[in-house]
């Protein structure tokens, strides 16, 4: 369909809103455990049941948001590299099956860090202006970035589990820059997704952070690959 004009930019949009609903909505559906188990996480009043939800929601993050996460950012890759033609589902479930073994060992050596950090701010919530409040939120800013570049590496380069792990390292420290660039606008899209367009955290939210992380690890991927290019 060829259409300019002002029936064009809207044809261009919806295309776009439908393509990330679409890829949303597979993404939750794969992680739908997890949902359930955080939906009822907000109607609990027991202490014990509150910790118990929480526990099973840290067992099933390693089993089924990082395979299902890693399977959006594959999505996501493709649009970032400007490849638009494949199939939803079917580039979905590849990815998720290519990668589903990489994605749970990553997500065992990941949360137990993101479980400390969380406890550790939970100590430490009743006081925001501590040194070590400070250096926490630093240290959350550094591990999500970290842990959006190894999702992002895992479908973008071929290297083995902890090389890929080395990689999200080195890019996030080496690259202070694109690491804040990349923590401040993922905290702007959950604000709006929260505060300002409810609908968005629904619809849209998952492949517009996955977007955003993916096209901050590829630049600063790039930009080491052309310091080292230049060195050599």
Same mark, same amino acid.
């Given at each position: 369909?060829?259409?300019? +004009?002002?029936? +064009?930019? !809207?044809?261009?949009?919806?295309?776009?809103?439908?393509?990330?609903?679409?890829?949303?909505?597979?993404?939750?559906?794969?992680?739908? &455990?997890?949902?359930?188990?955080?939906?009822?996480?907000?109607?609990?009043?027991?202490?014990?049941?509150?910790?118990?939800?929480?526990?099973?929601?840290?067992?099933?993050? &390693?089993?089924?948001?990082?395979?299902?996460?890693?399977?959006?950012?594959?999505?996501?890759?493709?649009?970032?590299?400007?490849?638009?033609?494949?199939?939803?589902?079917?580039?979905?479930?590849?990815?998720?099956?290519?990668?589903?073994?990489?994605?749970?060992?990553?997500?065992?050596?990941?949360? &137990?860090?993101?479980?400390?950090?969380?406890?550790?701010?939970?100590?430490?919530?009743?006081?925001?202006?501590?040194?070590?409040?400070?250096?926490?939120?630093?240290?959350?800013?550094?591990?999500?970035?970290?842990?959006?570049?190894?999702?992002?590496?895992?479908?973008?380069?071929?290297?083995?589990?902890?090389?890929?792990?080395?990689?999200?390292?080195?890019?996030?420290?080496?690259?202070?820059?694109?690491?804040?660039?990349?923590?401040?606008?993922?905290?702007?899209?959950?604000?709006?997704?929260?505060?300002?367009?409810?609908?968005?955290?629904? !619809?849209?939210? +998952?492949?517009?952070?996955?977007?955003?992380?993916?096209?901050?690890?590829?630049?600063?991927?790039?930009?080491?690959?052309?310091?080292?290019?230049?060195?050599?």
């Amino acid at each position: 369909m060829n259409l300019s +004009g002002l029936m +064009g930019g !809207v044809y261009y949009i919806s295309q776009w809103i439908m393509r990330l609903s679409i890829t949303n909505i597979l993404w939750l559906l794969f992680n739908l &455990p997890i949902v359930y188990f955080m939906i009822n996480l907000m109607f609990l009043e027991n202490k014990q049941s509150i910790v118990a939800n929480m526990i099973v929601i840290t067992i099933m993050l &390693p089993i089924i948001f990082f395979p299902a996460t890693t399977a959006l950012f594959g999505v996501v890759r493709r649009w970032v590299l400007k490849d638009f033609d494949a199939p939803l589902f079917k580039s979905f479930l590849t990815y998720y099956k290519l990668n589903y073994l990489r994605s749970f060992l990553g997500g065992m050596v990941i949360v &137990p860090i993101w479980v400390a950090l969380i406890v550790n701010f939970l100590y430490y919530s009743e006081n925001h202006r501590t040194v070590a409040f400070s250096i926490l939120i630093i240290v959350t800013m550094f591990l999500f970035v970290i842990t959006s570049h190894f999702l992002a590496n895992t479908v973008h380069l071929e290297i083995k589990f902890f090389d890929s792990l080395r990689s999200s390292v080195y890019l996030c420290c080496g690259n202070v820059f694109y690491s804040l660039a990349i923590f401040l606008t993922t905290v702007l899209i959950f604000y709006v997704s929260f505060y300002v367009f409810t609908f968005f955290m629904a !619809v849209l939210i +998952g492949p517009c952070f996955a977007a955003a992380a993916f096209f901050g690890y590829l630049r600063a991927y790039t930009r080491v690959q052309s310091l080292q290019n230049f060195v050599n």
